[in-house]
């Protein structure tokens, strides 16, 4: 069984920055995708960073991954209060040499960014 789990969000005062964790865990035999959403109360999910990032992030965050821990970390600079939102980890991973690759998605971490 392969978790997503989520670390790093919080409460910060607007240009304040945070960096966010998600740590894939389990059956692995290749993690092909990894990337960041970010859901706000009443608003769609929307990608924030991956192979391509939000207009309204770029130059503020930076996704990068750690292949050897099966991690990716979302570096948050900068930070505006309309960045307030559910942020998940989602990743499209393989169990075995032969498996379909499935999608997992983290329980979500709560970014809350102060004015």
């Known amino acids: 069984q392969v978790q997503l789990v989520e670390s790093g969000g919080g409460l910060v005062q607007a240009g304040g920055s945070l960096r966010l964790s998600c740590t894939a865990s389990?059956?692995?035999?290749?993690?092909?995708?990894m990337d960041w959403y970010r859901q706000a109360p009443g608003k769609q999910r929307e990608l924030v960073a991956g192979i391509t990032s939000a207009d309204s992030v770029k130059g503020r965050f930076t996704i990068s991954r750690d292949y050897t821990k099966n991690t990716s970390y979302l570096q948050m600079n900068k930070l505006k209060p309309e960045d307030t939102a559910m942020y998940y980890c989602?990743?499209?991973?393989?169990?075995?040499?032969?498996?379909?690759?499935?999608?997992?998605w983290g329980q979500g971490t709560q970014v809350t960014v102060s004015s």
């Open positions: 389990g059956s692995i035999f290749s993690i092909n995708v």
């Open positions: 989602h990743a499209r991973i393989q169990e075995t040499p032969r498996g379909l690759e499935r999608t997992y």
